[in-house]
């Protein structure tokens, strides 16, 4: 707990924090107009309402909170909104556990979780608020499904579901329970039923989507692999395989020169051809069942049914025997494959595990570096291109070559396919946007007229089934179009719809009249930086390109085709023990407990700290008490100097040494807070703090170079820290907000890398020498600066690979020193790279600023003197970057 003293030394979190919340509520000082000049857009990922922030959460928006409030204060106009992801699942299952509606959970949840970002200091312009349940919004997830419909990017198409027979209903993957499949509900054992469902055709936009991954440079690049494994395309051939009893199959492979080697055929458990099989056979039956009751970290590649049937080879005219295989996937390719287990690692395993040949048709090419004689197909699959045999009159051709020509004899086509598929967007449940779509006898599907828009959800029905089924009135309907009886679509949108546009929304969240500006939406976007967790890489990330392309191609947006241009994807926040935080294993830490008891700047603090935004981190009490010290001790830094207690004076020397760091700090600050390395610019903010500490220690600092520190210190950590960043600056005298203030701006210190490698060496071997010698209590420490002449041999040195001291020998000034000028020549030489040093002018200047700081360690004098200045044996030690140290005891 809190320490009183501490309290009654510094800050008091739970008056400071409330203060200035609402401070900046009452001067809005967040909102951002329209009329900008120089937009910056920053954005987390809106939450799903659950009611309470985690530590998820408030490391997620504490990066934007904190690049927000960065690139204000360097003047530019940012719009930081926030929003609820509001339409779901859990918000329908936690209204029927509490037998209310799901709209009265969402509201409570939906308050409980702003008060919270409001406790936190989250700097959002909440006139821009959007929630995703409220008609207001959701009328326009109907009125953009109408317009993809309008393009011909809607289609009703059949798909497998979940579907439990107690409560007949269909259920989405997260209410199937555990490895036997059982409703979340009534503990039933779910079926799997085919239904027709509506979907957006992504596919149509495979290749742009692909394509447009090499232009997101501000993306990670393992989410953009991610997505490009996804669309999964792959260029290569389809032909037909006759199956007798059931005609031709199609497959599509990528080694189409390997046909002559397949000595068995699979098909998917969901091939129609697999299911007709089933029909007659009870042992396909009882696979195809268990096979799709299995998680997909159950399937196993050995695992498969003989069907009894056999597959006409085109190549060989050969019957080669069928196998349901759970390791052939419907939605890739074609959901059926010719397996050449001499060149197919899973095909090898499977031929191995049924007993069935291994025919090897591809041997190394003549010029390859395998050796054909240590190709052996019994053991191991041979997966090269290479020379064709064992191919009938096609032996020798190579792989490539034979893939063209098999195309043309096997009457096949050259194809692309993907792994991605068309987006269902249809759910079977309540709380989600009603599908505008009206079912009509005489007309079919009808849009819902955009007059009539939005289609409310009627009142909440708990029920087993579809609570909209239950809608009689509401699913009654005249037509559209003939006026006749009619019937509504119960299904709802999938709530990705939602995420896939939000962004362009908070740009306009009161228009009337449509779902955004095109104008204004095509200024702001794409969002400059966006910030979420990478669950979220494939789908939402995804949908979202997917709907803005398509909102760009339809004329609703002007020249943006990628939504987000910077993304970054925070880790996560791991328990004391390195796990993920759950309540089962009881290591979960509530934002609200370290509010209560350290405040909200440290727990901002303490997670900008731990990690860059995208590493993982585990979380450490030390670390949360590390960090509320280190405000502490910042705040009682500057108001004992805004009060007076702090003595001043005019050691201008040290100051020279301060200013430097100061200047050197607001760079790496400002470069690190740029990249959102914020753990790099805050370790630097603390090491400028703890100089000013020892600063006014130790002597009385110079006012306005102190008063310079404490100001920039405090204006670096405002972004991170804003509460006691705002009570610093008011108790400094300031009639502003810090938010309002200007970024500091300094130039780096000429060769500062060089200088701090300097002081650093220095005072290491200082504590060596004075270690090893045992030296309780030095009388005076003597630093000498090399000669003139050894930087000039260590400069050629630099410079020249070869007869370095012939080189240096013809100088005039270093041969003066002979055998001296010649040793250190020998020395230079040889391997390994030099770093660059400072002219031995620049060095003095360097060490002479920090000798108040050895001083201060060691408890004595520090006197710098020129190499030429000094006694002819601590000359001859020093060299360039290495000082001469004499401790007089």
């Known amino acids: ?148 419909y309008d393009a011909g990017l809607v289609e009703r198409q059949a798909a497998d579901l979940n579907w439990c027979p107690s409560c007949e209903t269909v259920l989405a993957d997260e209410q199937v329970e555990g490895e036997e499949k059982l409703c979340w509900r009534c503990d039933t054992q779910i079926d799997t039923r085919q239904m027709d469902q509506w979907f957006f055709t992504i596919t149509d936009y495979a290749d742009e989507l692909l394509e447009g991954l090499d232009e997101l440079d501000g993306w990670p690049n393992n989410v953009r692999e991610m997505q490009r494994n996804w669309i999964g395309k792959q260029t ?18 990528t080694r189409l020169d390997t046909i002559y080697g397949a000595t068995f055929f699979t098909l998917a458990p969901g091939h129609p051809v697999a299911r007709e099989i089933a029909e007659d056979n009870e042992a396909v039956a009882a696979y195809i069942e268990k096979a799709q009751r299995a998680d997909e970290d159950e399937l196993e590649v050995t695992s498969g049914q003989f069907t009894g049937k056999h597959a006409i080879n085109p190549a060989t005219g050969e019957e080669i025997p069928i196998y349901v295989a759970d390791y052939v996937l419907e939605e890739v ?71 063209d020509r098999f195309v043309e004899e096997f009457d096949g086509d050259h194809v692309t396919e993907y792994k991605l598929r068309d987006w269902g967007i249809s759910r079977q449940r309540y709380w989600g946007t009603p599908i505008p779509i009206v079912d009509c006898p005489d007309c079919g599907y009808v849009t819902v007229p955009d007059e009539d828009l939005p289609v409310e959800l009627p009142e909440y029905v708990h029920t087993k089934g579809n609570p909209l089924d239950e809608s009689p009135e509401w699913k009654q309907v005249d037509c559209p179009e003939c006026g006749g009886p009619a019937r509504r679509e119960t299904d709802t949108m999938d709530t990705f719809v939602d995420s896939s546009w939000y962004f362009m929304r908070f ?59 910077n993304l970054t994807n925070q880790g996560m926040v791991l328990g004391e023990n390195g796990q993920k935080m759950s309540k089962s294993k009881d290591n979960g830490i509530s934002p609200q ?61 040290n100051a020279d040494y301060i200013q430097r760091e100061i200047a050197a700090t607001v760079t790496e600050a400002t470069t690190e807070y740029e990249e959102l390395r914020f753990n790099h610019s805050l370790q630097a903010i603390r090491s400028l703090v703890s100089l000013l500490n020892r600063y006014q220690s130790i002597t009385d600092p110079d006012p306005e170079t102190f008063e310079d520190g404490i100001v920039t210190a405090t204006k670096l950590l405002s972004p991170v820290a ?168």
């Open 722 to 889: 804003p509460h006691v960043a705002e009570e610093i600056w008011d108790e400094l005298g300031n009639d502003d907000l810090i938010l309002e203030a200007d970024w500091p701006e300094a130039e780096r210190p000429a060769n500062y890398d060089v200088e701090q490698r300097l002081l650093k060496s220095t005072r290491e071997d200082i504590r060596d020498i004075v270690e090893m010698a045992d030296i309780d209590d030095p009388e005076e420490i003597v630093l000498t600066v090399t000669p003139a002449w050894k930087k000039t041999v260590y400069d050629f040195a630099q410079e020249t690979d070869d007869d370095l001291i012939g080189t240096v020998m013809q100088d005039e000034q270093v041969r003066k020193h002979g055998d001296a000028a010649a040793d250190y020549a020998k020395e230079l030489t040889g391997p390994g790279r030099l770093r660059p040093q400072l002219d031995p002018d620049q060095e003095r200047d360097a060490l002479e600023r920090a000798a108040w700081l050895i001083e201060d360690e060691f408890d004595t004098t520090v006197t710098v003197r020129a190499g030429e200045d000094a006694p002819d044996d601590a000359a001859s030690k020093a060299k360039p970057g290495r000082p001469a140290i004499d401790i007089v005891d």
């Open 593 to 653: 407990e370290i509010i209560e008891e350290y405040g909200a700047d440290t727990a901002r603090l303490f997670i900008m700290e731990a990690a860059q935004p995208e590493k993982d981190f585990a979380w450490s009490p030390e670390g949360v008490r590390s960090a509320y010290h280190f405000l502490q001790n910042l705040y009682t830094l500057a108001e004992e100097y805004a009060s007076g207690r702090t003595s001043t004076g005019s050691a201008t020397e």
């Open 507 to 565: 740009v306009c969240p009161d228009m009337e009249d449509a779902p955004f500006d095109t104008e204004k939406v095509s200024d702001w976007l794409p969002v400059d930086q966006y910030v979420g967790g990478v669950e979220h890489a494939i789908m939402h990330l995804l949908y979202a390109r997917f709907f803005t392309r398509v909102l760009n191609d339809i004329g609703l947006v002007d020249g943006v085709r990628e939504p987000f241009e």
């Open 1 to 148: 707990m809190t320490d009183q003293s501490e309290s009654e030394r510094g800050f008091d979190h739970t008056q400071i924090e409330p203060k200035w919340q609402e401070t900046w509520s009452g001067e809005d000082a967040f909102r951002t107009t329209d009329d900008v000049e120089d937009p910056t857009y920053v954005l987390a990922m809106f939450p799903y309402t659950s009611g309470n922030l985690h530590m998820g959460h408030v490391r997620n928006y504490t990066i934007t909170d904190a690049f927000m409030r960065f690139s204000r204060l360097r003047g530019e106009d940012v719009l930081h909104p926030m929003g609820w992801d509001a339409f779901g699942l859990p918000a329908e299952n936690a209204a029927e556990d509490r037998n209310i509606d799901p709209n009265e959970w969402t509201e409570k949840s939906t308050e409980s979780m702003r008060n919270q970002l409001v406790e936190m200091g989250f700097g959002y312009d909440w006139e821009r608020e959007v929630t995703t349940c409220k008609p207001e919004y959701y009328q326009w997830n109907q009125w953009l499904f109408k317009r993809f």
């Open 236 to 253: 290569g051939s389809s032909v037909s395989f006759e199956i007798p009893g059931h005609g031709e199959v199609d497959i599509f492979t």
């Open 333 to 403: 390719g074609t959901g059926a494959l010719y397996a050449v287990p001499a060149h197919d690692h899973r095909d090898h395993e499977f031929a191995e595990a049924h007993d069935i040949p291994i025919e090897q048709v591809i041997e190394p090419a003549p010029d390859a570096d395998v050796d054909p004689e240590g190709i052996d197909v019994q053991e191991s699959a041979f997966t090269d291109d290479g020379i064709l045999v064992n191919s009938g009159s096609f032996d020798g051709l190579g792989s490539e070559e034979a893939r």
